[in-house]
């Protein structure tokens, strides 16, 4: 099966500073989406990117297919964006296959 | 439009015992996923049903079962509970014809003592 790669595993901020999380995958994918989990452990949709850029408030985001990865820029951090974030692909198994996730922690 | 919900949200049972969870999909969304979290294997798919017909299954063993009713509902079943089937459980829903963008319920999350 397609295999997903998270990194860092887990990254610690000052707030309001910038940082980018990165997602590889193995295999050509047809949807790709980036997570969110809150601390009751709901999976919050982030973005829906198998391809190009979007950007909502201080989260951006970027896929290029061709080179199999997914970045995710989250600027001028703040404490409430702690939590765990996952990339999960789908690869036309009507399957999402999911990163190990980046555990981000932003201090006050 | 309502999200996806998840009954029930905590359950607590004994090794042996047999458990279901309840997923009701967004509206009009006919696709319906389950997905078990652990510390130790992260995030695994279950099983996918769509139109009441399982599409893809998981590596897990015959003890977990699924179904979906007509009006998209989906249930799991988890038979013979061991203490490593102890998760949080999440469904999602998606809608055809939207690369399958997925979208999450808050889970359940099963203690087997």
């Known amino acids: 099966g397609i295999q997903v790669e998270q990194s860092p595993p887990d990254l610690i901020l000052q707030e309001g500073a910038n940082s980018t999380l990165r997602c590889n995958f193995s295999d050509s994918v047809n949807n790709l989406q980036w997570f969110h989990q809150n601390p009751w452990g709901q999976l919050i949709n982030l973005f829906y990117?198998?391809?190009g850029t979007k950007q909502n408030g201080r989260l951006s985001a970027t896929t290029v297919a061709t080179e199999r990865y997914s970045l995710l820029y989250i600027s001028s951090s703040q404490t409430t964006d702690s939590g765990v974030y996952f990339c999960a692909v789908l690869a036309g198994d009507y399957k999402l296959s999911f990163g190990a996730g980046t555990t981000v922690t932003v201090r006050a | 439009k309502a999200g996806v919900t998840q009954t029930p949200r905590y359950l607590i049972k004994t090794r042996g015992q047999q458990v279901t969870l309840s997923c009701s999909p967004i509206?009009?969304?006919?696709?319906v996923s389950w997905y078990q979290q652990t510390p130790g294997q992260g995030l695994q798919f279950l099983f996918e049903?769509?139109?009441?017909?399982?599409?893809n299954k998981g590596n897990f063993p015959g003890r977990f079962s699924g179904r979906q009713f007509s009006n998209s509902r989906s249930e799991m079943n988890v038979s013979t509970l061991e203490l490593g089937d102890s998760a949080l459980y999440l469904c999602?829903?998606?809608?055809?014809?939207?690369?399958?963008?997925?979208?999450f319920g808050p889970g359940t999350r099963l203690t087997v003592t």
């Open positions: 509206s009009g969304h006919r696709s």
């Open positions: 049903y769509f139109s009441e017909t399982q599409r």
């Open positions: 999602a829903s998606s809608l055809p014809g939207t690369g399958y963008e997925q979208y």
């Open positions: 990117i198998p391809s």
